[in-house]
């Protein structure tokens, strides 16, 4: 009798387009696998056993691959702009790559739409989380499938092991803090605007700048955080609200989106000249601000470099391979450097 070849748990999970771990769950009969990803699995193996010996798939990743981003709802020019460079890299690897969009600041939106990704059976998943019980035990029920995922900038605290692809928040945080107080010449308080407690990255952030400051430059104080809502009209009325309270403010560090808002709540009190404001991420907008000197400086992340980790990094878990953690570097622009450096 002619015996079947056996076939390796990662040629199955390569042709099906799942982890090796839903794969090992399918072959031994475990719980935690849906129906129609039992059928997926199963199918692929038909294929992979009918191949003949020595034949193995191109290596180029199969066209079935076919990872979802998940991106916050805004109208923020870098968040388009991570949709196209995710879609155009995931072409170039032969993946196919949805990005859609979600509420933001919304943990119970995203968990949904987590759970709607999980049942269409997704190859991988990446999204910028928000630290939220809610979310948690979406990615948890995700991670019940084998499906990988990967968060993009912000993660959650250490109680769920996702590797998080972007620069390191707490350094971008002190660098503009170190440069900030090096700007600023004489005594004042200083604001932080960020989008709240959802957001880990903004926290590390924070915790950077304000860290750095105090070591540092002792002669500013640094207020308590102030949330805008990562929005341009929170941030407006918050930094309005503020410039009216306190004669003395000296700089505003925002750590998220809607710098809109807070460059025109400036130059609503008349005060570009005096206050020292620094933002996040290079966009025409931005780029703008720094050359009419309403912004001072911008903390920068590649945005383009981020996309392209994270399509790797979906893929590597695919394979099978330990994630290693790679940074996109932190860069300050100022009007001076602007050249040279693709916008968001």
């Not at 010449?185 to 957001?199: D, E, F, M, S």
């Not at 590390?204 to 009209?233: H, K, N, T």
Request: contains cysteine.
């Amino acid at each position: 009798m002619k015996r079947r070849r056996p076939v390796r748990i990662a040629d199955v999970a390569r042709e099906a387009g799942v982890g090796t771990a839903t794969v090992d769950r399918v072959l031994n009969d475990r719980d935690g696998v849906s129906e129609a990803m039992e059928r997926r699995v199963r199918h692929a193996m038909e294929i992979v056993m009918a191949r003949k010996p020595g034949r193995t798939r191109d290596r180029r990743r199969p066209a079935q691959h076919h990872f979802e981003i998940l991106l916050p709802k805004d109208n923020e020019a870098g968040t388009s702009f991570f949709a196209r460079s995710s879609q155009a890299l995931g072409q170039a690897n032969r993946v196919g790559v949805n990005c859609s969009f979600v509420e933001k600041m919304n943990p119970s939106a995203l968990a949904n739409q987590l759970d709607r990704i999980r049942a269409r059976g997704a190859s991988g998943i990446a999204f910028i989380a928000l630290d939220h019980p809610a979310v948690s035990d979406a990615v948890a029920r995700v991670f019940d499938e084998g499906i990988p995922v990967v968060c993009i900038s912000s993660g959650f605290d250490g109680s769920l092991n996702v590797p998080v692809v972007g620069m390191d928040n707490r350094a971008a945080g002190r660098a503009a803090g170190f440069l900030m107080g090096q700007l600023i010449r004489r005594p004042g308080r200083v604001a932080v605007l960020w989008g709240g407690q959802l957001y880990r990255s903004h926290e590390l952030r924070e915790i950077g700048f304000r860290s750095i400051l105090r070591a540092e430059f002792p002669d500013l104080e640094v207020l308590d955080l102030v949330s805008g809502g990562d929005d341009s009209d929170g941030n407006y009325r918050q930094v309005d609200q503020m410039l009216k309270e306190y004669s003395d403010i000296v700089g505003i560090y925002s750590v998220g989106a809607g710098n809109h808002g807070v460059v025109e709540a400036i130059k609503e009190h008349g005060q570009t000249q005096d206050i020292i404001l620094f933002g996040h991420n290079l966009t025409a907008t931005t780029r703008r601000y720094l050359m009419e000197g309403s912004m001072k400086a911008v903390i920068h992340q590649d945005l383009k470099r981020t996309a392209q980790l994270t399509i790797q990094t979906l893929l590597a878990q695919h394979d099978g391979e330990p994630f290693r953690e790679s940074r996109v570097p932190v860069e300050l622009i100022m009007k001076e450097n602007t050249q040279g450096h693709e916008l968001s």
